[in-house]
């Protein structure tokens, strides 16, 4: 037995529509947006959930709204805040044109690149968040190591909260939702960007975590 995980990335924001790094800046969702919340809680709507949490960014908060308003089986109605669950922090770089950024970037790489998914796919997730803090001149942007521990804890807060056999929502964010596919072996999900309103399903026990299904904007569950 396990506790099934559905993790969900958030709806367009007027950043991802702009092509800007967006991190733990607060950029509403556009109509597309609020759209890609209620698809998702279409293709969920006949599961319940025992368990319904977001980041603690408003996106997110929203995006898991429209979900749980599309729900018909008793779920939850308003989504706990889990800030474990947020974006990758990139520091100086929240709010710079996506282009800006990697430009800025392969100064840092031997090895060139034109996307942050681009330096995902060539050199790994851990070393594409260590680049982006090497190349913050405040260091403020997140490492490897301090995302992994708070994306951990959440793991082991959602264990503590729930049983064998629960359905949860987590409501997260296109890089945190890629790093946990990295994490747990799969290389080749995390080089690749994750759709608005996709699903991750992941099977939680108390020794283990699988993923069982990445960026799923298709199926009805």
Do not use: C
């Amino acid at each position: 037995m396990s506790i099934n995980l559905y993790i969900v990335r958030h709806g367009e924001t007027y950043f991802n529509f702009l092509h800007r790094f967006q991190g733990w800046s607060d950029a509403p969702l556009t109509e597309r947006g609020i759209q890609h919340g209620l698809d998702a809680g279409l293709r969920l709507a006949n599961l319940h959930f025992d368990g319904a949490y977001s980041s603690d960014l408003t996106r997110a908060v929203h995006t898991a709204r429209y979900i749980l308003q599309n729900n018909t089986v008793d779920s939850p109605l308003e989504p706990t805040q889990l800030p474990d669950f947020r974006e990758q922090f990139f520091g100086s770089f929240e709010g710079i044109d996506s282009e800006v950024v990697s430009t800025t970037l392969n100064a840092f790489k031997n090895e060139p690149f034109e996307s942050y998914s681009e330096l995902i796919m060539n050199y790994g997730m851990p070393d594409a968040m260590d680049t982006l803090h090497l190349a913050d001149p405040f260091s403020f942007a997140e490492t490897d190591d301090k995302w992994t521990q708070r994306v951990q804890h959440g793991f082991a807060d959602i264990r503590d909260r729930h049983n064998d056999g629960d359905n949860v929502l987590i409501v997260s964010h296109g890089t945190t939702i890629r790093g946990i596919a990295e994490k747990l072996g799969h290389h080749d999900f995390a080089s690749t960007p994750v759709t608005n309103g996709a699903v991750m399903q992941i099977e939680l026990t108390p020794d283990s975590t699988t993923l069982t299904n990445f960026n799923d904007n298709t199926t009805i569950f």
